[in-house]
Nanobody, 123 residues
Framework: QVQLVESGGGLVQAGGSLRLSCAAS????????MGWFRQAPGKEREFVAS????????DYANSVKGRFTISRDNAKNTVYLQMNTLKPEDTAVYYC????????????????WGQGTQVTASS
C-alpha cells in the first residue's frame, strides 16, 4: 500500500500563488506517475498535472498550462504543484494521486489518493 499526504492549501487572492506538496510513504518503489487532480463543488474530479517517475516527463490540463508547474523529488517521495496567477475558477479541493503507470491524465489510471487539500482563490 501507498499513503499520500497533501499539504499547502489555503486561501489566496486572485493573482496570488500557492505551493502544494504531497508526500508518499509505504510501498513507494511501486509508484510510477504522480499527479494532481481537483474537484470543485458540483463538478466532477478533473486532471490538473502529472509527472513521471523517470525522465522528467510532465503533462498539464490546458486550463493550467503556463500557470502551474509540477515537480518531483524521488529521494523524498514527494511531488509538488506550484500554482501561480491563481484564478477564482481554480478554487477546488486538490487531490494528490499515485499509480504504477509511467504517466496518466485519467483518474482511473491512479491507484492511490490523498485526502485532499482546499485551495480557494478569492476575487
Amino acid at each position: 500500500q501507498v499513503q499520500l499526504v497533501e499539504s499547502g492549501g489555503g486561501l489566496v487572492q486572485a493573482g496570488g500563488s500557492l505551493r502544494l506538496s504531497c508526500a508518499a510513504s509505504g510501498r513507494t518503489f511501486s509508484i510510477g506517475a504522480m499527479g494532481w487532480f481537483r474537484q470543485a463543488p458540483g463538478k466532477e474530479r478533473e486532471f490538473v498535472a502529472s509527472h513521471s517517475r523517470t525522465g522528467g516527463s510532465t503533462d498539464y490540463a490546458n486550463s493550467v498550462k503556463g500557470r502551474f508547474t509540477i515537480s518531483r523529488d524521488n529521494a523524498k517521495n514527494t511531488v509538488y504543484l506550484q500554482m501561480n496567477t491563481l484564478k477564482p475558477e481554480d478554487t477546488a479541493v486538490y487531490y494528490c494521486a499515485a499509480g504504477s503507470r509511467w504517466l496518466g491524465t485519467r483518474a482511473d489510471q491512479y491507484d492511490y489518493w490523498g485526502q485532499g487539500t482546499q485551495v480557494t482563490a478569492s476575487s
